[in-house]
């Protein structure tokens, strides 16, 4: 397949999702965020009796809408990831991962790291699960991920989320150097 | 007709996400490692596109469209901006996804991050528990 036709460069892509933060703004009065809905869904399924759930989880319905959309159209774009990462990521990369031990590069995302089968593996649920956590109690935690705070908190000149997105990438590059080698010999 | 027109942005959304390579765990790795200039293209350009539209918005006072000014939400820093950072970081690097190409990876047909998704969610649930017992 010609990539080319299949992928968006960086400068159609990165302006189209900055469009979103005034029209966000314009159509709700509200900023540009995705993480808050994982609040919004632990608050209507399973209606938990911390403080933290306690609110009027309806004022928010706009953004699990949003999510929900997002679902969507990552189903209707499926066949964007079926593209090898050879020649569309850096050789750089690729081949450090080879030597960690990732074998799948025939995709957008290893599937020998992310199939059901990796699940039954430790290295599997480390990444899946593990990091699927940390996503969501991190993001809580910072009330806010790369779009509330790197691309909303940076776009309207907010101090806190310049530093939250500098921990974002200072965790990350640990994360890349440190536990990935050590997980995925596991 | 507003609920319409959120869930078509949240399509679209979707679809910008997953053909922008932005879902891609490679890419993401390759973020980290500085290898390429693809996702800080991407995150540049979009701050640079809100910054310059909000600067619009305030300028000229541009109302939303329920005739309410527009009023930008304060983010505060507090030690959990720190904290918090880190280990989204952290599990972002491991899952290869941050928040938005989560939910886009899990109707990407990757079973695996449906369950990513679950778990982020069950993340934000043990926060909410233990909210009170962690500096802020």
């Known amino acids: 397949m010609d990539t080319h036709t299949v992928f968006?460069?960086?400068?159609?892509?990165?302006?189209?999702?900055?469009?979103?933060?005034?029209?966000?703004?314009?159509?709700?009065?509200?900023?540009?965020?995705?993480?808050?809905?994982?609040?919004?869904?632990?608050?209507?399924t399973v209606r938990p009796k911390a403080q933290y759930f306690q609110y009027n989880w309806?004022?928010?319905?706009?953004?699990?809408?949003?999510?929900?959309?997002?679902?969507?159209?990552?189903?209707?774009?499926?066949?964007?990831?079926?593209?090898?990462?050879?020649?569309?990521?850096?050789?750089?990369?690729?081949?450090?991962?080879?030597?960690?031990?990732?074998?799948?590069?025939?995709?957008?995302?290893?599937?020998?790291?992310?199939?059901?089968?990796?699940?039954?593996?430790?290295?599997?649920?480390?990444?899946?699960?593990?990091?699927?956590?940390?996503?969501?109690?991190?993001?809580?935690?910072a009330e806010g991920c790369t779009s509330g705070h790197s691309i909303h908190g940076i776009a309207t000149f907010q101090r806190a989320s310049l530093i939250a997105t500098l921990c974002f990438f200072l965790g990350g590059v640990f994360s890349t150097y440190v536990l990935l080698p050590l997980i995925l010999k596991s | 007709?507003?609920?319409?027109?959120?869930?078509?942005?949240?399509?679209?959304?979707?679809?910008?996400?997953?053909?922008?390579?932005?879902?891609?765990?490679?890419?993401?790795?390759?973020?980290?490692?500085?290898?390429?200039?693809h996702m800080y293209g991407v995150i540049g350009s979009a701050i640079v596109v809100g910054a310059l539209s909000m600067l619009v918005i305030r300028k000229f006072h541009v109302r939303s469209q329920t005739g309410d000014p527009i009023v930008i939400e304060e983010k505060n820093l507090e030690k959990g901006t720190v904290f918090g950072g880190l280990l989204f970081g952290i599990g972002w690097a491991l899952t290869g996804a941050c928040p938005g190409p989560l939910y886009a990876l899990a109707g990407n047909g990757y079973p695996a991050f449906a369950v990513a998704l679950v778990s982020a969610i069950g993340g934000a649930y043990v926060y909410g528990v233990v909210r009170n017992k962690l500096p802020h």
């Open chain 1, 8 to 44: 968006w460069p960086w400068y159609i892509t990165g302006p189209l999702i900055g469009l979103y933060v005034p029209v966000l703004y314009f159509l709700v009065n509200r900023h540009f965020g995705i993480s808050s809905t994982f609040r919004d869904i632990c608050t209507v």
């Open chain 2, 1 to 37: 007709m507003l609920n319409f027109l959120v869930l078509c942005l949240g399509i679209l959304f979707g679809v910008i996400l997953s053909n922008g390579e932005v879902i891609s765990w490679f890419r993401i790795q390759e973020m980290f490692r500085f290898d390429a200039f």
């Open chain 1, 58 to 141: 309806k004022d928010h319905r706009w953004r699990m809408i949003f999510v929900a959309g997002i679902v969507i159209g990552g189903f209707l774009s499926r066949s964007a990831l079926s593209v090898a990462a050879k020649g569309v990521i850096s050789d750089h990369t690729l081949s450090a991962l080879a030597s960690l031990g990732v074998r799948d590069f025939e995709s957008l995302v290893p599937a020998d790291l992310f199939s059901w089968g990796s699940l039954l593996t430790l290295r599997g649920v480390l990444l899946v699960v593990g990091g699927g956590f940390l996503v969501g109690f991190g993001t809580r935690y």
